[in-house]
């Protein structure tokens, strides 16, 4: 019996350490990305590459030293925070419509609205480059950012919905016989109970507008550039690409994001799943 429990004990060490394996592979880049953020110029380009350094954080200052980049990081912010913020309030609200009030065709509108994720971005960047033109929003943060809530909401309609049709609707009705109002069942009543499927839907939108780039680089501005943009126009100097710009500067935007998914990361499974697993956080 023993020798069974040994060898089933040896199984699982094996898969751990092959997961182990497989996890570190995938993240080796981000892992190289790091280093050479902590490395000089010279020491990224030199060959062998040197494994024993003296770690520096000059890359890192010499980021806010340039003219643009606390703009650009506060434009990534700003946009990005408010822009999902909306996408979430709207989603939520359009979300409980259909699953409640179910209005003729709602299979069909709930396709049609996950289908505008199914276009690639460079197949509608020319049409909404000449809408914002003649409508004054290109290069404005008012555009940037309903352009992102617009995109974002599709997506957060199905997470939620899923999530809402989840909750009994004898809570609305008991609510509602009680003397309370629609918007207090709403908020008071179905909000905390899909309170996960919110702040999955925030991550995976906020995961996308924080790393978009090909709309803000052709409907937005000097005023509007966020980080992705200011690192495509300043990677390279005198014909030179600049390594220890680009790693310290990934690094250092990838960052936030990292530490918020790593513990949020149960939302997201709950949310690829539309609610199914909610109970278990």
Not at 110 to 128: E, H, I, K, T
Not at 160 to 169: A, E, N
Not at 235 to 261: E, H, K, N
Request: aromatic letters at 18%; a positive charge; hydrophobic letters at 55%.
């Amino acid at each position: 019996m023993s020798k069974i429990l040994q060898m089933e004990k040896l199984k699982t060490n094996l898969y751990h350490l092959l997961l182990w394996m497989v996890s570190i592979l995938f993240f080796s880049p981000v892992i190289w990305m790091i280093i050479c953020s902590l490395k000089t110029k010279e020491a990224i380009l030199t060959i062998p590459p040197k494994w024993f350094f003296i770690p520096s954080l000059d890359n890192y200052i010499g980021l806010f030293d340039r003219l643009n980049f606390t703009k650009e990081l506060l434009n990534s912010i700003f946009m990005s925070v408010t822009a999902v913020i909306i996408a979430v309030i709207v989603s939520f609200l359009a979300a409980y419509s259909f699953s409640r009030f179910k209005p003729k065709g709602t299979d069909f509108l709930m396709f049609l609205l996950l289908s505008m994720r199914m276009v690639p971005a460079a197949a509608v960047v020319v049409p909404v480059y000449l809408l914002y033109s003649a409508s004054g929003f290109k290069g404005t943060y008012t555009g940037m950012i309903l352009f992102y809530a617009m995109f974002s909401i599709p997506f957060s309609v199905w997470i939620l919905k899923g999530f809402i049709d989840g909750v009994s609707q004898r809570f609305d009705e008991t609510a509602l016989v009680n003397g309370g109002s629609r918007m207090h069942v709403i908020f008071k009543v179905v909000v905390p109970q899909v309170k996960p499927g919110l702040i999955a839907a925030f991550i995976f939108n906020i995961i996308f507008v924080w790393n978009e780039f090909i709309f803000n680089y052709i409907i937005g501005g000097k005023n509007t550039a966020t980080v992705p943009v200011g690192l495509a126009q300043g990677f390279t100097v005198g014909g030179m690409v600049q390594w220890d710009f680009i790693a310290a500067l990934t690094t250092f935007y990838s960052l936030p994001l990292i530490i918020f998914i790593y513990f949020f990361q149960k939302y997201l499974l709950i949310g690829m799943t539309f609610g199914t697993v909610r109970g278990e956080v």
